[in-house]
């Protein structure tokens, strides 16, 4: 098992550009979740889906961000237009239910918008 | 979001000591309680998790103490270690809710 596959690894873009990062959820997984670490915040929730499905996207802070998630192997994480303050690690994480356990999170994607 | 406090921000311990670390939670919805182990550059990583049947779980040197009616759940690591500098964070969720995650706490064990 490959785990939960994140792209990029790393990413620099100059403020107004726009911004993709993608995640492969674990075969079977029924949950997906995308979530942003920076050190005044900790580790906070922006959506999640359930059976490709969103379902609680409250987190998200703004328009500029949107996510998608075509199939049950593919998300995608969208910043348009990006700016500095959006600049921190993203985290996705995949579970066979949304409630409880068995979150696996990805390796993350540091993102710097300058 | 429903918050989960977590304390101290950063903790310092000697080899052999044990690290205490503390959550508190609102909502009585949540029946599940995890603490995620973070090492620089990678995901967080389950370590242990509780349900609130239980005051207790003992996992080899990680032990969870859970008390439902204070709303509050601790992590302690006997005999720390080197390797067990990290950043670690509490979580807490219930069905069909996402897991809400304290804002993590950096240990680091000097030898």
């Known amino acids: 098992d490959a785990g939960v596959i994140q792209s990029p690894r790393h990413e620099v873009t100059e403020m107004g550009q726009e911004v993709t990062l993608r995640c492969k959820p674990i075969s079977g997984h029924n949950s997906l979740f995308w979530y942003r670490q920076t050190m005044m915040r900790g580790l906070e929730l922006l959506i999640y889906?359930?059976?490709?499905?969103?379902?609680?996207d409250s987190g998200m802070p703004e328009d500029r961000f949107s996510a998608k998630m075509p199939n049950a192997s593919f998300s995608t994480l969208k910043i348009q237009p990006s700016e500095p303050r959006d600049s921190a690690v993203y985290f996705c994480a995949s579970s066979p239910r949304t409630g409880g356990g068995g979150y696996t999170f990805g390796s993350g994607t540091r993102l710097t918008v300058v | 979001q429903q918050q989960v406090k977590q304390s101290p921000q950063s903790l310092i311990v000697q080899k052999g000591g044990i690290s205490i670390i503390n959550c508190a939670y609102e909502n009585t919805a949540f029946d599940y309680f995890p603490w995620y182990q973070q090492f620089p550059g990678k995901g967080p990583a389950l370590l242990i998790a509780?349900?609130?049947?239980?005051s207790e779980k003992k996992e080899g040197r990680f032990t969870i103490s859970f008390n439902k009616s204070a709303k509050q759940f601790s992590l302690h690591i006997m005999d720390s270690q080197p390797g067990d500098s990290a950043t670690y964070f509490c979580?807490?969720?219930?069905?069909?809710?996402?897991?809400?995650f304290g804002k993590g706490t950096t240990l680091s064990v000097s030898s």
């Open positions: 509780i349900r609130p049947d239980v």
């Open positions: 889906f359930n059976n490709n499905v969103p379902i609680d």
């Open positions: 979580a807490a969720g219930g069905a069909g809710t996402a897991l809400i």
